[in-house]
């Protein structure tokens, strides 16, 4: 079967687009054939140009968070330009420059949908890819040519990015903006940020351009020069004991975007009365905190889960206006084993800062 047209959409066909997947937990990627939905009513289709590789696709892949669907094409950074839509599309037309992110439908009735929360929808939300959509199908992700949306999950990218660097911040974007703006970021404030990888250069991009002093914390000095690159007036390597306890009663706002396990108790001393520490990193064992670390200055432990629309939206807005993207490498998916590479090589710190596949280069045999 060949990939269908935009016209074919519109009279109700499913299509097949070319895409990545993995057959099984810790398979490598092969190229394939992936089928799309036809085009409903308020849907939007997207030609995708450039799908991010979040470290939550990792996981995902490796069959690291539980239960997995398989086969499976992952990716929740997608940009691309519409080339089709639905007869009651109205936000959307046919060249516009879009993006999806960690969502592709909600229930739009329930309250925190009302109030802009989308992904915390109580139907619930349907995540991009391994989700049970609400028509009993697996979703299937990024990675790909083509994908089917509603145009309610749909983002629009602001003409002065570039693409590439914009898909990640569908994830890693609206991941560090979120916390950044609902405490506080801003001039006359202190904000470290745990951790200079994919979810870590980004905050700290986003956290200098909101007008606060940034300072970033990882385990050594190897990364201190590209933070202070990136924005960052300070660098801390948690390894030294002297700097940690210098640093203490430091900050207004941490944010911490590491998955590993860390002594919380260290990190929440840096924090001035009042502070907050959020976690927007899932490491494998549950936080140790002592009640009294918090109570003495009046401080949080705090958890943030990207953003709804609307705030994904703002987030965009935001970047472009700074001229902000995320820092990438490109991947050419000709040979798939670059894919399984790119994946060894971000768990591995080894990819400065986020990996984006060129999706044109998806060939399957």
Known sequence: MTTATPDQTRSGSPFETKALATPSAGAPFEAVRLTRRALRDDDVRIAIAWAGICHSDIHTVRDEW????????????????????????????????????????????????????EQFCEKPAVGTYNAPGYDGEITQGGYAQHIVVSEQMV?????????????????????????????????????????????????VKIAAAMGAEVTTISRTDAKADEARELGAAAHIASGDEDAMKAARSSFDLIVNTVSADLDMSAYIALLRPFGALVNVGLPPSD?????????????????????????????????????????????DASDTSAVDEAYDRIVAGDVRFRAVIDTSTISPA
């Open 66 to 117: 539980g239960p997995a669907t398989y086969p499976m094409t992952p990716g929740h950074e997608i940009v691309g330009t519409v080339e089709a839509v639905g007869d009651a599309v109205t936000r959307y037309q046919v060249g516009d420059r879009v993006g999806v992110g960690c969502l592709v439908d909600a229930c739009h009735e329930c309250e925190q949908c009302k109030n802009g929360q």
């Open 155 to 203: 983002l629009r990218i602001p003409d002065s990015m570039e693409m590439d660097g914009a898909a990640p911040l569908l994830c890693a974007g609206i991941t560090t903006y979120s916390p950044l703006k609902r405490w506080g970021a801003g001039p006359g404030r202190k904000v470290a940020v745990v951790g200079v990888g994919g979810l870590g250069h980004v905050a």
């Open 287 to 331: 936080l140790v905190v002592a009640p009294a670390s918090l109570i003495i200055g009046d401080k949080v432990i705090a958890g943030s889960n990207i953003g709804g629309i609307p705030l994904t939206q703002e987030m965009l807005d935001f970047c472009a206006e700074h001229g902000i993207t995320a820092t990438i490498e490109r991947i």
